[in-house]
Nanobody
């Protein structure tokens, strides 16, 4: 079992930045992927990006590539989502997720989830 706690959301103006955190516990994350998804009201949970815990290789959706960066601090069992150049379309609840397999852009393929953290970008 993996427990995930995500945090760091808040209110930011257009063009601003936020850093979300995802703290993992329960077991080692060797060979796991950590993913980030977001969900807007009434919408599906949409893939944002993912990172391989061991290799550190990252994958991003086209909508955030170049603006968002995922990285880990393995000593703290924490994954971060650095979000820059935010716009109003980035407003959503953000979730981190874990999977003991290659990453997937489908939320239903992920095994463990954080509780979500709200990000609101205001104009």
């Amino acid at each position: 079992q993996v427990q995930l706690v995500d945090s760091g959301g808040g209110l930011v103006q257009v063009g601003g930045s936020l850093r979300l955190s995802c703290l993992a516990s329960g077991r080692t994350l060797d060979n796991y992927f950590i993913g980030w998804f977001r969900q807007q009201p009434g919408g599906a949970r949409i893939f944002v990006g993912a990172i391989n815990w061991n290799a550190g290789r990252t994958y991003y959706s086209t909508s955030v590539k170049g603006r968002f960066t995922i990285f880990t601090d393995n000593t703290k069992n924490t994954t971060y989502l650095q979000m820059n150049s935010l716009n109003t379309e980035d407003t959503a609840i953000y979730y981190c997720a874990a999977r003991d397999a290659y990453y997937s852009q489908l939320a239903s393929n992920w095994d463990y989830w954080g509780q979500g953290t709200q990000v609101t970008v205001s104009s």
